[in-house]
């Protein structure tokens, strides 16, 4: 697989002003898109961002965090500035973990680190416990990893999905994609991420939507919203959460993902999970925010975080991974 680094360029936001690089690996229907923090060969670490979000989640944090390491931050499949997938595919959740393993065939990376947020960590644990010697930390951004389903709503999860899908489909064929003013545009993705700050959909919004003939469209795919048909028990979550061998950091804002989306009969699987990562000595901590706490409020994640790669990354014995750069 071909994978290129589209030149080191300056990227200037509302937060940060340093190079990064644009990067692009290709994939059978088109092409990941992401961005590059950091040495050559520095410690690898691949950061996975949230539903509907993208790379440019990161943006305020990675900056903060220590220089010894290569953070590469992608859009996953539909989002941000990578390809959507096929016509009539779903965005079933297992094909965000296989995506994970041809960005990591790319960058021939062999062992590396994973940060995750919300969705993102969601992939980053099924993918550390699918490929556990591949994965030497990971940290968990406002997740649990796994996000178990109840196994009587399975059946009706998996009939919903399909049924939007079909509805979307038709409904796609008559209309286009809306077209937004900008400040239009800041106000909707606010209004349905309402933890977000307005610097921070700004942010979001630098590869979130693409300027057209009267104004910008969201460039993700719609199809990301509907149902994900592709569920796990809590058994089968916390026997994939056994098989994790990396050290693990769980860092859940007090006003994030347990108080906004988890249902209260759910709180037993919320509480199960977290258990278990204790149980293991892996670390869970709780730091003022809300479920963008590291894109709001960097500076309340970013020591806890460095403190966690200093220790369980960069003070292994075992020798750095080169990144080829002559490859990228």
């Avoid at 990067?23 to 092409?31: D, F, H, M, R, Y």
Wanted: proline share 4%.
């Amino acid at each position: 697989m071909m994978q290129a680094l589209k030149g080191v360029r300056h990227v200037t936001s509302s937060t940060m002003k340093q190079a990064v690089s644009e990067l692009s690996v290709a994939v059978p229907w088109g092409e990941i898109r992401g961005k590059v923090w950091g040495p050559d060969h520095g410690r690898p670490v691949l950061c996975l961002h949230g539903w509907a979000d993208n790379c440019g989640t990161f943006n305020a944090l990675l900056p903060l965090l220590p220089k010894e390491f290569r953070y590469v931050a992608v859009d996953l499949a539909g989002h941000g500035r990578s390809s959507h997938r096929p016509p009539g595919v779903l965005y079933a959740f297992p094909s965000y973990v296989m995506d994970v393993r041809r960005v990591i065939d790319a960058l021939q990376w062999s062992k590396f680190t994973i940060i995750g947020h919300s969705m993102g960590g969601n992939i980053a644990g099924m993918f550390s416990a699918l490929y556990p010697e591949m994965v030497n930390a990971v940290v968990l951004l406002d997740s649990y990893g796994f996000l178990p389903t109840d196994l009587k709503e399975m059946s009706k999860v998996i009939r919903q999905g399909f049924d939007e899908m079909l509805q979307f489909e038709k409904k796609m064929e008559e209309e286009k994609k809306r077209v937004y003013t900008y400040k239009k545009a800041v106000e909707r993705l606010m209004s349905v991420n309402q933890t977000l700050s307005e610097r921070s959909a700004k942010i979001l919004l630098e590869r979130g939507a693409i300027q057209v003939d009267g104004g910008v469209v969201f460039s993700r795919d719609f199809r990301i919203n509907l149902t994900n048909i592709a569920r796990i028990t809590l058994e089968q979550s916390l026997e994939l959460q056994s098989r994790i061998t990396a050290s693990v950091l769980v860092i859940l804002a007090e006003n994030g993902f347990g108080k906004m989306f988890v249902e209260e009969e759910e709180n037993k699987f919320v509480s199960a999970l977290l258990q278990a990562y204790r149980d293991k000595n892996h670390a869970v901590v709780t730091v003022p925010g809300d479920h963008h706490v590291h894109l709001n409020n960097p500076d309340v994640v970013a020591p806890v975080l460095s403190d966690f790669l200093q220790t369980k990354v960069l003070s292994q014995s075992d020798t750095p991974t080169n990144v080829q750069t002559s490859k990228l």
